[in-house]
């Protein structure tokens, strides 16, 4: 299936969904493609081993607010998107974080200063106080391995702004609503973006919490990264629920390791466990 949509850019309506045979047999999930956007108008940025959303914030698409940092060690991709358009890193001014683990905060240090803004209960894992946690250390602990072997920060040496439940925040145009959605990481949270006065109509940023499968319905995401499956999985049905009971409209269900889904099909998950 394809589906088209406006896109914030007002150049060209671009399809969200394109799915690739071979990644479809390999796993199942709706493929991930560099530079989609998603109904709001975030970029997607794809990296060396993450992926991280840029979403203009003003009129001039010249600012953006980052939705992850992805894990690159230099920013060559955020400045393979941004460099063709007279921008730099610098057009970066804040970024929103899923959750904690490197490759969604790895390339924060790219960006030295820019406030960054995630669940409370994830600060511990940036800033070193907690390795990580869960069945996270052996993999986190390789990958960290790896990306120090190639130079990058994997703790980035910032003090984020802690989110709470329900916390709004506006950047330029774009406001954000965290929704906490713990079991994946214990702080991740879920975050609903909106443009101007459209506060009940946006997308929703969904970190490593769930995947957006080839048929276009939602998945849990991989279990093996996950703290605690079972709460993860009970906190999408719970965000479902809330989503519907406060008539909030999702556009595009944007997940961080999968292709994008619609908003609608938060709304038929049905947990595994
Ligand atoms: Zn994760």
């Known amino acids: ?20 045979p071979f990644l479809t047999s390999r796993l199942g999930l709706r493929p991930i493609v560099n530079h989609s956007i998603s109904s709001i108008g975030a970029i997607r940025i794809i990296d060396f081993t993450g992926s991280c959303r840029l979403l203009p914030i003003n009129d001039q698409a010249t600012q953006f607010l980052g939705l992850d940092a992805g894990n690159s060690k230099t920013g060559k991709q955020l400045k393979a998107y941004l460099n063709p358009r007279g921008l730099g890193l610098d057009a970066i001014v804040a970024y929103a ?42 993999r986190i602990d390789k990958a960290r ?5 190639s130079g990058a920060a994997v703790v980035p040496d910032v003090e984020p702004f802690p989110l709470e439940d329900g916390e709004s925040r506006k950047f330029g145009q774009i406001g954000v609503r965290a929704f906490a959605m713990p079991g994946h990481t214990a702080g991740s949270m879920g975050l609903f973006v909106t443009r101007g006065r459209h506060d009940m109509q946006g997308d929703f940023y969904a970190g490593d919490t769930l995947d957006i499968d080839v048929n276009g319905d939602v ?12 709460q993860s999985e009970m906190a999408i049905v719970g965000i479902a629920k809330r989503i519907r009971g406060e008539h909030i409209r999702i556009d595009t269900l944007m997940p961080a390791h999968s292709g994008d889904g619609l908003g609608e099909a938060l709304m038929h998950f049905a947990p595994s466990v």
């Open 145 to 149: 391995a790896l990306i120090n072997l």
């Open 97 to 138: 974080l899923s959750h904690g683990h490197s490759d969604h905060v790895g390339a924060l240090h790219v960006s030295p200063g820019v406030p960054a803004y995630m669940g409370k209960g994830d600060i511990p894992i940036l800033n070193g106080t907690i390795p990580s946690p869960g069945k996270i250390p052996g």
């Open 1 to 20: 299936m394809k589906h088209t949509i406006e896109s914030g850019n007002p150049e060209h309506p671009v399809p969200i969904m394109r799915v690739s």
């Open 219 to 230: 998945v849990s995401a991989a279990k093996g990264a996950t703290e605690d499956v079972y």
